[in-house]
């Protein structure tokens, strides 16, 4: 489930449709997390589906460790790519802002880690990247991460009106690690390798 505090909104031509904050909403703030809601798809499962399903999926889920499709019921699925992304998938299946994002801003995600089935190019941000891989996950998550531990002390100090789609153990999860008490489970654990791969 995506954020309340967001909308859909034409981008460009080059990227279409986005999703942007109608909001402040504060670095540290969970922007989407998998619901009950969301459709998981098994990794064989697409196999029967006909080529125009199969490409709307690929076109709009994304695979998880375990190679599953992920896809979101709701205008989570619209989050575009930036290599300036402003949010940020943890390895616990919800995302977090990493900076304030401000009233009509674009929430971004870092494709890196969705586990493309093929590298593309997106628009040229003036950043080192100029193209997302299936396995930038083993490239990146170290920087990730990095960006990302800290914000774990902040996440119950915050609005959160996501919290609540987290599990009782998630939460305890959580509390350890903004006390040190645990290690973050690294992003690295998000990866799928490519090849196995059956869309």
């Not at 153990?169 to 090849?195: C, D, G, H």
Request: aromatic share 10%.
């Amino acid at each position: 489930m995506m954020h309340p505090d967001t909308k859909l909104k034409w981008i460009s031509d080059e990227k279409g449709i986005g999703v942007v904050a109608t909001k402040i909403i504060p670095k540290g703030t969970i922007t989407w997390v998998q619901d009950e809601l969301d459709r998981v798809f098994a990794p064989e499962e697409p196999e029967s589906y006909k080529p125009m399903a199969r490409e709307m999926l690929e076109k709009y889920s994304f695979r998880n460790r375990k190679g599953e499709h992920v896809l979101c019921w709701d205008i989570a699925k619209y989050v575009n790519h930036s290599f300036k992304s402003n949010c940020l998938s943890t390895a616990y299946n919800f995302e977090v802002a990493i900076r304030d994002i401000q009233i009509d801003e674009e929430l971004t995600d870092d494709y890196g880690y969705l586990n493309l089935t093929e590298s593309f190019v997106p628009e040229d941000e003036g950043t080192e990247r100029k193209k997302v891989n299936p396995d930038d996950t083993l490239k990146l998550y170290r920087e990730w991460d990095a960006i990302l531990e800290p914000l774990f002390s902040e996440l119950e100090k915050l609005d959160q009106p996501l919290y609540e789609l987290l599990s009782d153990k998630l939460k305890k999860e959580i509390r350890k690690i903004s006390n040190s008490e645990v290690q973050m489970l690294s992003t690295k654990t998000l990866y799928f390798k490519p090849e196995k791969s059956r869309i």
